[in-house]
């Protein structure tokens, strides 16, 4: 663990970000952008995977972003990969290397990773889903020796919206990493699987008692996965998802992030489906 | 107890002597209802009022409130918080609002403590007033156990006729009297005259919610699938008026402005309401509370369970203000009694059962 300064609970207000250089800007898509953020000494991020940060632009405002690196590769600087989709995330993408950003964080309640040591774990992100569990999958491969098969079910439109390419083919080439890959609609290159993620549960076998699932998604996604989870026999306890919501406090006030009783901001956004199966307003 | 007497003559002068130090809020009148305002002499304070539009929420954790400012002009970008800590003192708080003011410290205190509201409370000094007559045809405070006033108080104020009797809760409360030597100690006769009053007022007030309130919470998580929702969400407007004037909604919006020059400016928080279309709304555009029913529903799930379940205090305190408010008279009475006789079977359908 780094043992460095923690940046929001030195602050003097709980809504003050703290500003920090933009080192790199990396486009994925035609709509998402990696943005790697700068941690000067002897600021530190101190994240667990699943967690998010309050990205902030100055005179525009601030969104929750998902953490997209993992901790155990976050300790100058860290990623964000955001999608344009309103005012502040259009704003994040018309800035340039050098360029500051307000940051708050980390918040919420990330995956319990330790609990899922020695079980086989599958991933199934879709589109977007893939930037939050990127953190997951990075710091579960730097700690390979700990965990069983590694199974990754990732979903996109069409090949070109595929996140991290770089990342996904050197997943590719690993031989303790199963990947698989789908699109909605193909290109003419496109030599892989074609449908909705779910397609791709059939190509699979898993011992499901001692299988962990992480999925992130769409909402609409989560119904047909769970369905698939559900149906391979894996626990409701042994699925895990991220849920998005506007958290616009970060720390359980606002109240924008409640469903039923609970506050994604504070009890998740990393949930397991046991914890969230009888809540109406999660999915 | 700790207690003074203070002549009603002499409040325009403690008034006077307060204002060199505090500024002062309490109920007057404005047009033809009170709310809480400045206090610049007693003339204005009218300490018989009915109720107030809006609870004294709006004095700590005000409809807009500024977070920081910033100055990004030159190459380092200054963000500088903003706290108010101006000495303040709220006159004439009744029962039910005080005790959403000790939800809200709990809410504001736990789990990440907000320094821009503590800062406030810190600085103002809670005068409360004992109510002995009912304030609201709408209101239902007996029901919901908040016509007691709850421990918060600095000062709690009794009118006893021609005298107020003081009961001082705290050190912030013994302040208010500093250097002011017209008020006298309270003696047994004056406790006497107190019991009265407040054995006599009881009367004045009437239970409305059917059922013992403690079962509230119980009865909301049998409800959860009740048609009332559907049929409150037919009805309700959406216009999230019962939520701006409620004394326990704390929601806020997050919002930044900048100025001319585009370099500088400020993030404030704004009250928002989860009956507004949009409020869960989420970048790509699902909303998780679309319909009105759902929407309903999670206010008076928050009301009656979510916030006593987190913060075991009451979530709803009873004032009436939603259902004056309410375009078309939705009223947490009227629904908690509504859920309550649609659980509990009558006699005759419970023969019906039987038969």
Known sequence: ?283 | MIAKILPKHALQNWIETLREHYRIIGPKLAQSQFIFGDIHSADELDLSYPTTILPPKKVLLPQREDLFHFDATGDTHIVEPTFDDEPTVILGIHACDMHSITLLDRVFERGTADQHYQTRRENTTLVSLECIKSCSEYSFCKSMGTLSIPEDFDLHITDLGDEYLLEIGSNKGVSLLWNFNEVREATDADFERLNKVMSEKWSHFTYRVDFDITELPALLSLSYDSKVWEELGDRCLACGACNIVCPTCYCFDVRDEVDFSLCSGGRFRVWDSCQLDRFAVVAGGHDFRDARAARQRHRFFRKGKYLTEKYGVVGCVGCGRCAQACLVHISPVDIFNELHRRRVPSAATQEEILA
Not at chain 1, 64 to 79: A, D, G, L, V, Y
Not at chain 1, 135 to 160: H, K, M
Not at chain 1, 269 to 283: G, K, N, Q, V
Request: charged fraction near 20%.
């Open chain 1, 1 to 283: 663990m780094n043992t460095g300064r923690q940046m929001t609970l030195e602050a003097p207000s709980i809504y003050q970000p703290i500003m920090l250089s933009i080192l790199e800007i990396t486009s994925m898509t035609e709509m998402e952008k990696v943005f790697t953020i700068e941690l000067p000494f002897p600021t530190s991020l101190e994240h667990r995977p699943g967690q998010f940060v309050q990205v902030s632009v100055l005179g525009v405002g601030e969104a929750p972003i998902s953490i997209s690196s993992s901790p155990s590769r976050s300790k100058s600087s860290f990623e964000l990969c955001v999608r344009r989709a309103g005012a502040l995330t259009n704003a994040l993408h018309a800035l340039n290397p050098g360029d500051v950003v307000g940051v708050r964080g980390p918040f919420g309640r990330g995956f319990p990773i330790e609990r899922f040591r020695g079980k086989d774990i599958l991933f199934a992100p879709g589109g977007l889903g893939l930037a939050p569990l990127r953190s997951v999958i990075n710091e579960v491969l730097d700690d390979r020796s700990n965990y069983g098969r590694i199974i990754i079910l990732y979903g996109a439109g069409q090949p070109v919206e595929m996140l991290f390419q770089d990342e996904l083919q050197e997943w590719a080439m690993r031989e303790d990493v199963e990947l698989h890959l789908t699109v909605d609609k193909p290109d003419k290159k496109w030599k892989g699987n074609v449908g909705v993620i779910t397609t791709l549960f059939s190509d699979i076998q898993v011992s499901p008692r001692n299988t962990v699932a992480i999925t992130c998604g769409p909402p609409v996604m989560y119904r047909f996965v769970l369905m698939e989870l559900l149906g391979m026999g894996l626990p409701e306890g042994n699925i895990w998802l991220s849920l998005e919501r506007r958290m616009k406090c970060g720390v359980g006030k606002c109240g924008h992030c409640q469903m039923d009783h609970m506050y994604v901001c504070q009890d998740g956004p990393a949930f397991s489906y046991a914890e969230i199966r009888h809540l109406e307003e999660a999915l």
